[in-house]
């Protein structure tokens, strides 16, 4: 059972375009998301999150959007540049006192072009 | 240099040999976790640990073992029950209070190979 789901695996889009990352998850009580970038062979890195009682968090070029009624939240990152091309995992936690537990999506791959 | 700590980066292990990954950090944390990850799959949870001298089973707990014996220290064995060992496999860590942060830090991984 997919709590989290990325259904596009992968993305392709030029240098200096917007790239847009979808994220659905379907357990209502996720109240904060999260996404993460990761290379080839190195651990997931943090890149921005956002509460549920927000919908939108904006950090330089990223910003997450979050829809609570359509449970869907996306990242968005402009402009795009090669070394944004990497896998991004969207993840969610469950309400306080579930011990930071995450629950991750498959994974986007993005490959930025020149 | 605070951070967390995975060795080795590479391990191989012929079946039916148990063999433990170190995971070590020096944030100060209170919890941490195992993963692993396959192509085309997700983080997976295997155990988790809010505190020293407890933790609890994730998704994906059967065929590991772990130990939490030190705040700093979380060591995950995969022993000869685990039917698909061969994975990357990820240490985290998080202040763990679920107040302050949901934020969880990654350490580089281990990649075991069981032929």
């Known amino acids: 059972d997919q709590q989290v789901k990325q259904n596009s695996p992968s993305l392709s889009v030029q240098e200096g375009r917007i790239s847009i990352l979808n994220c659905d998850y379907t357990n209502s009580m996720f109240d904060y998301f999260l996404w993460y970038k990761k290379y080839p062979a190195e651990g997931p890195t943090f890149l921005i999150s956002?509460?549920?009682?927000?919908d939108k968090n904006e950090d330089g070029r990223f910003t997450v959007f979050l829809n609570k009624s359509a449970k869907h939240l996306s990242l968005h990152i402009v402009p795009s540049q090669p070394g944004d091309s990497a896998v991004y995992f969207c993840a969610a936690s469950a309400p306080r006192g579930g011990g930071n537990k995450l629950t991750f999506g498959t994974g986007t791959q993005l490959k930025v072009e020149l | 240099d605070g951070g967390i700590t995975q060795s080795p980066k590479y391990l191989f292990r012929k079946e039916g040999q148990n063999v433990t990954l170190s995971c070590e950090q020096n944030l100060n944390h209170d919890a941490m976790y195992w993963y692993r990850q396959d192509p085309g799959q997700g983080l997976r949870l295997i155990y988790y640990?809010?505190?020293?001298?407890?933790?609890q089973k994730g998704d994906i707990a059967e065929g590991y073992s772990v130990s939490r014996e030190k705040k700093e220290s979380f060591p995950l064995t995969v022993t000869s029950a685990q039917k698909n060992p061969t994975a990357f496999y990820l240490c985290a860590s998080s202040t763990g209070d679920g107040f302050s942060s949901y934020e969880q830090y990654f350490g580089p991984g281990t990649r075991l190979t069981v032929t």
């Open positions: 956002i509460s549920s009682i927000k």
């Open positions: 640990s809010q505190i020293v001298n407890d933790f």
